[in-house]
């Protein structure tokens, strides 16, 4: 989902426990549903509430601090609570309900995380904010490259046509070689090995009951973090400069520096859930950028570029600051690229001469020597995954469908974006997503950002000066929703297979989910357009990442003039610098590589500032104190908590845009300054 290096939690205690949960059977015999059985209403109904809250919760990340964590096994669970809740609700009401199975609640997952998918592969965080009247004139309508025609501001109606036009056409790009990465190259897929896994253990009574608890433990942090969104609404004043989210915890010297923990219990949840080398990378690379190398460059104002420019002046500090991320998030995208290609190849070759070496992880019920029973199961996973398979021709007539489509009407949409360039991104597409996918299906690590920067730049170049801004915009979301959607549709075909869902159930799901996703994440969009100053480089929806992508356009079509002094040297060091840290991490035991830092993560601090990887570090650190104190508890309660957390802050987003749309502002500001000497 919407990573570049996805820094997605994925269960690793599910995968680990693989071998206790072989022998637990499902409660009910519900392999033989048909798959028109395993879509019910109330199950759409459901994937609705929760794409919803989940698509406000990852636009408040994306525009805020651009990190994703995986809300999938929150999915899973609120899936279950809801149905089961409402099954037990009919129930004692006499009413006489159908059982909730797992291909029921495979097929919410399956929808819900289709839907909020669009939050991310919309760009509504990146490549199409880029595109507004904020992000030029953040880059200064001075600096060359950055015209003022290329400038689209957001509205409901194009956004939602251009997600219609382009997001659906990702789901039938793989379809034809999904019996491929999944039951010859038997591939991993390891965040939907861990989703089954996690299903599975639902469906049985002792999973149920921890279950219950689980979900007993998110309604409440939901309930702490909602409530005390609302305590720090009330002291949060008009501005940019009150409340607790401007608390300066560490001194008012390091609060100049962005060192400071805000009480956003948002992203302490996200510290309980991304891994830890992810959230010390974040810290380190805020100690180095707001710790030494900015406050280093900022006082070579004057002599490396002219005092006294605008905190947002391509020409001065800011310059350095976009700059270097890039340069760190191109140098690690590339040699992951590099990487995870070669790796694909090498297995596909490895394939081909019948050399069974895939790490594939250990299933639910696969042990040393399979037993009659197991090899039975094994085969009657076997039997539903290919009784329904989506037929080709249906496959191929689609994708070559919405492609005429999207050559028809994306021109409309954005002009400089030739019917032409749009073709040639739909031929190239499928390759990408292929590669995307067999390597998400080994690493689970996608690089669904670096194939649309790919996108971004190439057709930028192509297009030059005239458009190419706007027309690179325009591929790279392309890119991003073809191979980010064919990628999730895999992930979630490797679920069903596993919870013997039906793949046409499946790939309906999917269907419905983009469908709502098309209509949901424009509209929860526009509640924050509406209700915030998005892009403001002092509030608190920053949108990071919609400077960088503009940014990286404007290369792509002028290249590297006028850079601050010395800035393109360094940004060469720092590229440089990524790939060399990436290759440590691989050649290095593990014992060792565990500690070095991810420079993609470390990136994200270098322009948003070191705050939020405070918030995550307290977060990751809750985490190892509880681990040390009761491991069983923390490996059981710590993705509840982490996803109550999330969840709470993210429902408080409802009533406070609601509150800034009426004009009723907080009644309190609670500043802080130096004391008055004397």
């Known amino acids: 989902m919407g990573r570049e290096t996805t820094y997605m939690e994925i269960s690793e205690q599910l995968l680990r426990d693989s071998d206790k949960i072989r022998d637990i059977q499902p409660m009910e015999s519900d392999s033989d549903l048909e798959w028109k059985d395993q879509i019910t209403m109330r199950g759409l109904v459901v994937s609705a509430v929760l794409g919803s809250l989940f698509c406000i919760i990852i636009h408040k990340l994306n525009l805020t601090a651009g990190i994703i964590p995986s809300l999938n096994v929150a999915a899973g669970l609120l899936g279950f609570f809801f149905i089961q809740s409402w099954t037990g609700f009919l129930s004692k009401l006499g009413f006489r309900v159908a059982p909730f199975t797992r291909q029921e609640n495979t097929v919410i997952q399956t929808c819900v995380v289709a839907c909020y998918t669009l939050a991310v592969t919309g760009g509504f965080g ?345 027309g690179g915009l325009a591929s790279c979301g392309v890119m991003m929703s073809i191979i980010g959607t064919a990628g999730e549709l895999m992930q979630d075909f490797k679920t069903g297979y596993l919870t013997h869902s039906s793949p046409t159930s499946m790939f309906v799901s999917q269907l419905v989910g983009t469908a709502m996703g098309c209509v949901i994440a424009p509209l929860t969009f526009w509640l924050f357009w509406t209700a915030f100053d998005i892009g403001a480089p002092d509030g608190p929806y920053k949108a990071p990442h919609a400077v960088i992508f503009r940014g990286m356009a404007i290369l792509g079509t002028e290249g590297f003039s006028r850079f601050p002094k010395h800035c393109l040297a360094m940004c060469g060091g720092f590229f440089m610098a990524a790939l060399v840290i990436n290759l440590l991490r691989d050649v290095t035991p593990k014992g060792i590589s565990q500690f070095i830092p991810i420079p993609m993560a470390m990136a994200i601090t270098f322009y948003i500032g070191a705050y939020f990887s405070i918030d995550l570090f307290v977060g990751t650190m809750i985490l190892y104190i509880w681990e040390q104190v009761n491991r069983k508890d923390a490996e059981d309660y710590a993705g509840a908590v982490a996803s109550g957390l999330m969840c709470g802050d993210g429902i408080w987003t409802i009533p406070s845009a609601i509150l800034s749309i009426l004009k009723v502002n907080p009644p309190i500001c609670m500043c802080f300054g130096p004391s008055s000497s004397g």
């Open 126 to 470: 990146s490549y199409l904010i880029a595109m507004d009247e904020r992000t030029y004139e953040l880059i200064g309508a001075n600096h060359p490259g950055n015209r003022a025609q290329d400038v689209i501001n957001p509205s409901l109606g194009w956004m939602t046509a251009f997600l219609f036009v382009v997001s659906f056409v990702g789901l039938f790009s793989l379809v034809p070689l999904c019996k491929v990465m999944i039951m010859d190259y038997k591939l991993t897929f390891p965040s939907g090995t861990a989703t089954a896994m996690l299903i599975n253990s639902l469906q049985t009574n002792i999973g149920a009951e921890l279950a219950r608890k689980q979900v007993r433990s998110l309604g409440t942090y939901v309930s702490v973090s909602f409530f005390w969104s609302c305590f720090k609404w009330f002291f949060s004043g008009v501005g940019d400069s009150c409340g607790f989210d401007n608390f300066p915890s560490f001194g008012l010297t390091l609060f100049k520096n962005t060192f400071y923990f805000d009480f956003n219990l948002a992203y302490v949840g996200c510290g309980l859930i991304c891994p830890r080398i992810v959230v010390c990378s974040v810290l380190f690379g805020g100690i180095i950028s707001w710790g030494f190398l900015w406050p280093f460059i900022s006082q070579q104002a004057g002599d490396w570029y002219p005092a006294g420019l605008g905190s947002t002046d391509f020409k001065g500090l800011y310059g350095y600051k976009v700059f270097i991320a890039i340069a760190l998030i191109l140098g690690d995208g590339l040699y992951n690229l590099i990487k995870i290609i070669g790796t694909t190849l090498k297995e596909i070759y490895n394939n081909n001469s019948k050399q069974n070496n895939l790490p594939v992880v250990t299933e639910v019920l696969l042990i040393n020597s399979e037993s009659s029973e197991e090899s039975m199961e094994r085969k009657k996973r076997d039997e539903v995954f290919l009784k329904d398979r989506i037929p080709i021709w249906l496959a191929g007539s689609g994708y070559l469908g919405l492609g005429a489509l999207s050559v028809a009407t994306l021109p409309i949409i954005f002009p400089p974006f030739k019917w032409y360039l749009v073709l040639c991104s739909y031929i190239l597409a499928p390759t990408l997503a292929f590669c995307n996918s067999y390597g998400t299906g080994l690493t689970d690590c996608s690089l669904l950002f670096t194939y649309g920067k790919i996108g971004l730049f190439v057709i930028a170049s192509l297009i030059g000066s005239d458009g190419g801004v706007i």
